[in-house]
């Protein structure tokens, strides 16, 4: 019998994927070879991860997704100047004279407003 202590690893059998076995390789890292040892593991999938983020990124939905937070974005902003140019015409023009001209534009900009934030697609 050795005297060398194993790897406390179970690994998957090669050719199957139901069974599995503790890993051969020497403990030369606490309980663990130097594969298995959770650090490595820590390490090789945080950059496995990263990895399929990028590739994530650079697939059509990734990109897909990135300009669809971009108008989301730009939307947004507008819709928040086009709020404070209302607020700003109906601060600032005398009601009595301008009072149906006023009117006229705030309802094109709430018109503005409302096809801006709609859900629905064209
Ligand atoms: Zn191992």
Redesign the pocket.
Known sequence: MSTTPR???R?STPGTRVSSHQ?T?K?VEGD??K??HPDQVKTRYEASRARFMDDVKKSPLGQLLALQTANEETLSALRAELVSTKNTLSNTLNPPNTEWRLRGVAQGLQFAIDLLTSTDTP
């Open positions: 790897c406390a690893a690994v890993c390789r403990a663990y070879c594969i298995h």
